[in-house]
């Protein structure tokens, strides 16, 4: 329940969060569109005058050429009557330009400019309809060919090749048709603007929609694969859990065969005369095989819980390894430890458990190649790793059980099984660990066995 809960959590917090992806790139879009139009809207505005602008130039043009044929007939005939200081000038034609340009339908007033930008004083009915519209300092710079404001259109004109002659500005009203002109446009491009906006809005829905689509698709594929994993892991986990434990249980079996034997000789061939002697020996077996169970059990159950609830120094792994021999054989100095400067490293339960059957079962096969065969245990250090050296002074491993030392085999004892150091094998591969021969000859053997502590090593 608590788990759909979640689930039904998590897709309504994704269904938001989509929401808010869409709406935010509609938003971006909306406003794309928006500034696209804005310059669009300008771009055809400045076209349209420009178009106004270039419809008047041919009339000013002519204008213009009429005015220069009719002033040059009369300055030819004043110059011919002797009259020359009446003789119009460039500044007089422009003059004269300015008052006819009245005469173009809707211009409403007209001012001339020097070639240096001057404004040049017109008639009184001129400067009448000049006050009316537009307000024009003396001495005013040309700087634009076209400018609007409000209902009329400002249009410069320069009058001759270069201008040298001077500047002809017209007040053209703009309300007949430049004014609906632009009304016209910004309808036009607002509609269309609206038209992309949709379709444009139409289009991301779709293409989002066939994103989250594959999207939830490929995410629950990933949430099936990802629940499989964990079930595939879950059995992986429990598969090793059930080799570990079933690797702890073997060398359960494996110790008891020892003390079973032993009562097993004392039935046959022990001398039933001696109750008390038989007694001792049945209650020693008896208590050996009661510890062995006793710490099989606890070693299952921190196994099973695999919490890492405390830990060991690897001196003290020693040490309980080598007490245990004494105790058990009433030998004294069979197993020796030496010192290193790595006896403090820790190492926690769920490796201890572990490693002590491994430790005593490799002690127990040296003490069992000869009763005068001493075993010594020593820590060393390789890179991040610590291994358990376990030596002795036996006779050595024959050749022939080298290859196939630490698979099931024929043992050589007498009433061996042949699968101590296959278990052996099987705990340290538990814990990451690795156990090998590193040496055998006639004057004996040591064999490794390397794991990688928890704790950061000294």
């Given at each position: 329940?608590?788990?759909?809960?979640?689930?039904?959590?998590?897709?309504?917090?994704?269904?938001?969060?989509?929401?808010?992806?869409?709406?935010?790139?509609?938003?971006?879009?909306?406003?794309?569109?928006?500034?696209?139009?804005?310059?669009?809207?300008?771009?055809?505005?400045?076209?349209?005058?420009?178009?106004?602008?270039?419809?008047?130039?041919?009339?000013?043009?002519?204008?213009?050429?009429?005015?220069?044929?009719?002033?040059?007939?009369?300055?030819?005939?004043?110059?011919?009557?002797?009259?020359?200081?009446?003789?119009?000038?460039?500044?007089?034609?422009?003059?004269?330009?300015?008052?006819?340009?009245?005469?173009?339908?809707?211009?409403?007033?007209?001012?001339?400019?020097?070639?240096?930008?001057?404004?040049?004083?017109?008639?009184?009915?001129?400067?009448?309809?000049?006050?009316?519209?537009?307000?024009?300092?003396?001495?005013?710079?040309?700087?634009k060919i076209t400018q609007f404001e409000g209902d009329q259109l400002c249009i410069v004109f320069p009058i001759g090749e270069q201008a040298e002659v001077g500047f002809l500005?017209?007040?053209?009203?703009?309300?007949?048709?430049?004014?609906?002109?632009?009304?016209?446009?910004?309808?036009?491009?607002?509609?269309?603007?609206?038209?992309?906006?949709?379709?444009?809005?139409?289009?991301?829905?779709?293409?989002?929609?066939?994103?989250?689509?594959?999207?939830?698709?490929?995410?629950?594929?990933?949430?099936?694969?990802?629940?499989?994993?964990?079930?595939?892991?879950?059995?992986?986990?429990?598969?090793?859990?059930?080799?570990?434990?079933?690797?702890?249980?073997?060398?359960?079996?494996?110790?008891?065969?020892?003390?079973?034997?032993?009562?097993?000789?004392?039935?046959?061939?022990?001398?039933?005369?001696?109750?008390?002697?038989?007694?001792?020996?049945?209650?020693?077996?008896?208590?050996?095989?009661?510890?062995?169970?006793?710490?099989?059990?606890?070693?299952?159950?921190?196994?099973?819980?695999?919490?890492?609830?405390?830990?060991?120094?690897?001196?003290?792994?020693?040490?309980?390894?080598?007490?245990?021999?004494?105790?058990?054989?009433?030998?004294?100095?069979?197993?020796?430890?030496?010192?290193?400067?790595?006896?403090?490293?820790?190492?926690?339960?769920?490796?201890?458990?572990?490693?002590?059957?491994?430790?005593?079962?490799?002690?127990?096969?040296?003490?069992?190649?000869?009763?005068?065969?001493?075993?010594?245990?020593?820590?060393?250090?390789?890179?991040?790793?610590?291994?358990?050296?376990?030596?002795?002074?036996?006779?050595?491993?024959?050749?022939?059980?080298?290859?196939?030392?630490?698979?099931?085999?024929?043992?050589?004892?007498?009433?061996?099984?042949?699968?101590?150091?296959?278990?052996?094998?099987?705990?340290?591969?538990?814990?990451?660990?690795?156990?090998?021969?590193?040496?055998?000859?006639?004057?004996?053997?040591?064999?490794?066995?390397?794991?990688?502590?928890?704790?950061?090593?000294?």
């Open positions: 329940m608590k788990t759909e809960n979640n689930q039904s959590f998590t897709k309504t917090k994704k269904s938001k969060e989509g929401r808010l992806i869409i709406g935010a790139t509609l938003f971006l879009f909306g406003l794309l569109t928006f500034v696209l139009q804005y310059f669009a809207l300008n771009q055809f505005y400045n076209l349209a005058i420009e178009r106004t602008a270039n419809a008047l130039l041919p009339e000013i043009n002519n204008l213009f050429e009429d005015i220069e044929k009719e002033l040059l007939e009369e300055n030819l005939d004043y110059i011919n009557l002797g009259l020359g200081q009446l003789v119009y000038d460039d500044i007089e034609g422009l003059r004269i330009l300015a008052m006819r340009s009245l005469e173009i339908p809707d211009v409403r007033s007209v001012y001339a400019y020097d070639s240096k930008g001057k404004l040049l004083e017109l008639p009184t009915n001129i400067e009448k309809l000049k006050s009316r519209f537009f307000s024009l300092d003396q001495g005013k710079e040309v700087e500005e017209l007040i053209v009203d703009a309300e007949l048709n430049i004014i609906p002109e632009r009304n016209a446009i910004k309808a036009k491009v607002i509609e269309q603007g609206l038209i992309v906006f949709l379709v444009g809005s139409i289009l991301i829905l779709f293409v989002f929609s066939i994103f989250f689509k594959r999207l939830q698709k490929s995410e629950a594929q990933l949430l099936a694969k990802t629940e499989d994993l964990k079930h595939t892991n879950q059995r992986l986990v429990m598969a090793c859990k059930t080799a570990g434990l079933g690797a702890i249980t073997a060398h359960l079996m494996h110790a008891i065969k020892s003390p079973l034997m032993g009562l097993k000789n004392l039935e046959l061939g022990g001398d039933k005369s001696d109750s008390k002697l038989a007694e001792q020996a049945l209650q020693s077996a008896t208590k050996q095989i009661e510890s062995m169970v006793h710490e099989t059990i606890n070693c299952l159950k921190e196994y099973e819980l695999d919490e890492e609830s405390y830990s060991f120094e690897a001196h003290e792994l020693l040490c309980m390894t080598a007490s245990k021999f004494e105790q058990d054989d009433g030998k004294s100095n069979c197993v020796s430890i030496i010192s290193s400067q790595w006896d403090k490293i820790k190492i926690n339960n769920l490796q201890a458990n572990l490693l002590l059957p491994i430790l005593q079962n490799l002690v127990q096969n040296a003490l069992e190649t000869d009763t005068r065969t001493k075993v010594f245990l020593q820590l060393e250090k390789v890179d991040s790793r610590i291994t358990f050296l376990i030596a002795d002074n036996g006779p050595g491993v024959p050749e022939q059980m080298k290859e196939n030392l630490f698979s099931p085999t024929q043992s050589g004892k007498e009433h061996g099984s042949g699968l101590g150091l296959a278990i052996c094998k099987g705990l340290a591969e538990q814990m990451n660990g690795i156990v090998f021969m590193r040496s055998s000859t006639s004057n004996g053997t040591t064999f490794c066995v390397e794991i990688q502590p928890e704790g950061d090593l000294l």
